[in-house]
């Protein structure tokens, strides 16, 4: 960490910590967005509430240039019980924590907007985005259906999430797509239900219902190109039966991760086909529903080497990775990258066995503190790079 860092780190610590402590899920960031709306008109910038419900955008103009850039962060947390009880600053909400880290990156945009505000180094207008619904992949067509780009127009946007797993302040980024779609499913099956005992009174929907849990594992091993990516994943399986009676129903959900649109209309198709197959054989109804929730995120080709130059300013060319390899995980900044050029970076959070290690999504994750100035930073070094004075 470079020494000039520390105050910064400091204050960021503190944003990040009392964010932490309120967590607010989906489209219900009331707090959260009064918080950041207090610090970003401390700074004296220019900022615009309510956009897609609890989204805000607030605007830094330096100098006469025309350049816009777009700076995003996320603000949901999850519907998660935060397990490390003798944090100072746990969650005093039950059952919502932020687990993903986006009090850290809502913390490190605020600070790149400090950064920007006192150095002033650049010429044009920087836009800080705010963005609600992240988790879901609802937040970012919340915003654009109501005016995002054309009340704020950008010419390019920028972000990062963290990565446990990754060493601390690293970063990596790729050029093409650098994580996936994220489809949803649903399966039910209609059997008919009876007496434990008296199976062949009934259509029993469990068996039925695994036998389609494990013939969709078939559709990637089997249909799809071995040199395309694809993942289905069966994540619950819900009966209504007791003991000693065979259910009518089985519901199985899941969700699908890939990178082409192609190969997304392929795997809804042998879904359908292989459940609606299966129940057929055995004489049961079958529901089948297939949502797209996460565009993949693709990297504009003319933005990541502005990314790359950036993070090697601030960290040095041995600790950035540009041609990390691409991850199945979805981010709902992919839908502002189908309308708006601009690229996404990992910024690592820690490896493993060190601090910032723990997965996202778990009870006991917590931001890494130590990386909040190496992010603020970068997004900084983001915007000097493309408004040059």
Not at 142 to 167: K, S
Request: charged residues 20%; negative net charge; hydrophobic residues 40%.
């Amino acid at each position: 960490m470079n020494s000039t860092d520390a105050p910064l780190r400091d204050t960021l610590t503190g944003w990040r910590r009392q964010l932490h402590a309120m967590p607010e899920t989906g489209f219900e960031e009331a707090k959260t967005s009064a918080f950041v709306v207090r610090v970003l008109k401390a700074l004296g910038l220019d900022v615009h509430t309510g956009i897609g419900g609890t989204g805000l955008v607030a605007n830094l103009k330096v100098g006469q240039g025309r350049g816009v850039i777009g700076l995003r962060a996320e603000m949901d947390a999850l519907n998660i019980t935060e397990l490390p009880t003798d944090r100072a600053y746990a969650s005093a909400t039950p059952g919502k924590m932020h687990a993903c880290g986006h009090d850290g990156h809502m913390s490190m945009v605020l600070g790149a907007a400090q950064l920007l505000r006192e150095r002033q180094d650049f010429d044009g207008t920087v836009r800080f985005i705010f963005q609600p619904a992240e988790e879901h992949g609802r937040g970012a067509k919340a915003m654009m259906d109501d005016g995002l780009f054309t009340r704020f127009p950008v010419d390019e946007i920028y972000g990062l999430h963290n990565m446990p797993g990754m060493r601390a302040g690293t970063i990596a980024t790729r050029t093409g797509g650098i994580m996936a779609s994220e489809d949803n499913f649903t399966v039910h099956v209609k059997g008919r239900g009876t007496h434990a005992a008296r199976p062949h009174m009934g259509v029993d929907a469990i068996v039925i219902g695994a036998q389609i849990v494990l013939a969709l594992q078939t559709i990637v091993s089997r249909t799809l190109d071995p040199g395309a990516q694809a993942v289905v994943s069966c994540t619950e399986f819900v009966t209504d039966g007791i003991r000693n009676a065979m259910p009518s129903n089985v519901v199985i959900k899941g969700d699908t991760r890939s990178y082409d649109p192609a190969v997304q209309r392929m795997l809804e198709d042998r879904m359908r086909e292989i459940s609606e197959g299966i129940c057929r054989m055995h004489g049961a109804g079958c529901e089948f529903s297939y949502t797209h929730e996460f565009a993949p995120t693709v990297n504009w080709a003319e933005c990541v080497p502005t990314a790359v130059a950036a993070a090697t300013a601030v960290v040095g060319a041995d600790q950035v990775d540009a041609n990390v390899a691409p991850m199945m995980i979805s981010e709902d900044f992919g839908a502002f990258l189908k309308v708006v050029p601009g690229a996404f970076v990992f910024l690592g959070n820690g490896a493993e066995g060190e601090a910032g290690s723990t997965p996202l999504h778990n009870g006991s994750y917590d931001f890494n503190d130590a990386v909040l100035a190496t992010g603020a930073r970068y997004f900084a070094e983001i915007v000097r790079l493309r408004l040059p004075r």
